[in-house]
């Protein structure tokens, strides 16, 4: 009969240590008598929390974008942010560390978020122990203590039931706090509030040195003002304080149709010219796009038009190849619809949309910022959710948009006529911005975010990234000094150029919060 002894601490921290030793496949042919030694101890609840389950792994070798696979070793399922030190900590006192990449809803398109033969940190476990605490309302409703695996859509729903939001967002609400914090966030609403990094207190960062950090812009600054759109080379975010402000109950939605490109852009720079936090003539959101035969009126974004009027639209958009739209929104409560009207067509007197071709509705709050999901649902019913996501997205300075207009939309895009999905063109105000961060946007005061959001097929990818290419080409043969969000590079040069006169404060803290080089390789900066 088998009879069980207690395994005493000393031998249960060596068996874990050699097991993570060999899931990262480090000194493999030290005995564990030396591992000890040479060794710190890792924390016995860590080894159930490691998996090389193959479905595990597979799912941390893939994301959004189905176009990158990078394996790692193992996937870490914290149920703290102590166990994520924890880990950071045995690799960065390893003899030859490992690299960690936190993994939140995977929206990333070119392996951002993983880590070859390293450890990828599921986020989403998190919530799974945070039992209902990850997002924290304040007594006085002014901020709100968020965890940063939390979608930005379960912080809109546990905000509005106390009648307060975030005033910044993204598009797409299944993102994590800590994913867009690390990029910039951005959306139309960016215009007048900034971009979601410009709306924090302060953060908790786990560092690549394993300390937990509690940083704002008086506490730990250096640290703070790294990580937002440090694209998680500095740390990995558990906690970040966001603003809160009254919610609206309702919006006014408005789309104009544009064939004049110059016209269409004269009228969003009118718009965001206004653009005080308190200006009650300020619009709340401000975006515009692009309807061409590959992309309307059947995506998402154009459900917004009413069926009667496809006919039409497709119509102009035969005759002009490319229609643009010009997308506003004003937020009210029930109480004041009348008045936002009224409100809304002073601000909107003398724009210069094609006669008749103004849509409008309105819509609960809510509906507005999550109405992307509607689109998402239909997507996967039609099985064209989970797919390739060749995405390139811009910056352009303002000065050069209708550069990019013609050599770009009518050169490249309009020639080739194979997009699929929606492209996105609004500017933006740098003022919003905070220099000290480590996001990086063109030098002018007014400059244009660029997105093509495109979706393929898993045969048809490699068009999608020679026309990605040849846009890129164009723009520097041009000199249109374009600047990429969401970037993805693939030598040191190119990042340096990337970040231009950044790159040596971003280097240094670099070497200053994570010397070893240990977090976020998938974006291929460091590593």
Known sequence: MAVSFPVP???????????????????????????????????????????????????????????????????????????IAALVKFSYDNPVPFTVAAKGHGHSVRGQAMADNGVVIDMASMKKHRNGTGIRVSSDGHYADVGGEQLWFDVLNATLKRGVAPVSWTDYLYLTVGGTLSNAGISGQSFRFGPQISNVYEMDVITGNADIVTCSPKKNSELFYAVLGGLGQFGIITRARIPLEPAPKRVKWVRMLYNDFTAFTRDQELLISINGRRDKNALDYVEGSLLMDQGSPDNWRSSFFPPKDHKRITSLISNHGIIYCLEVVKHHDDQTEDIVDKELRQVLKGLSYMPGLMFEKHVLYAEFLNRVESGEAKLRSRGLWDVPHPWLNLFVPKSQIADFNEGVFKGIVLKRNITKGPVLVYPMNRQKWDDRMSAVIPDEEVFYAVGFLHSSGFDDREAFDDQNAEILQFCDEAGIRVKQYLPHFTSKDAWINHFGSKWETFQQKKHQFDPKMLLSPGQRIFN
């Open 9 to 83: 601490s000393y031998f249960t921290a060596i068996f874990i240590i050699s097991r993570l030793m060999s899931i990262v496949g480090i000194s493999e042919h030290w005995n564990s008598m030396n591992i000890s030694s040479k060794l710190p101890p890792l924390d016995v609840a860590i080894a159930d929390k490691l998996s090389v389950d193959p479905s595990a792994v597979e799912s941390a070798s893939r994301d959004y974008g189905h176009i990158a696979k990078v394996v790692p070793k193992a996937v870490l399922h914290p149920s703290s942010v102590e166990d």
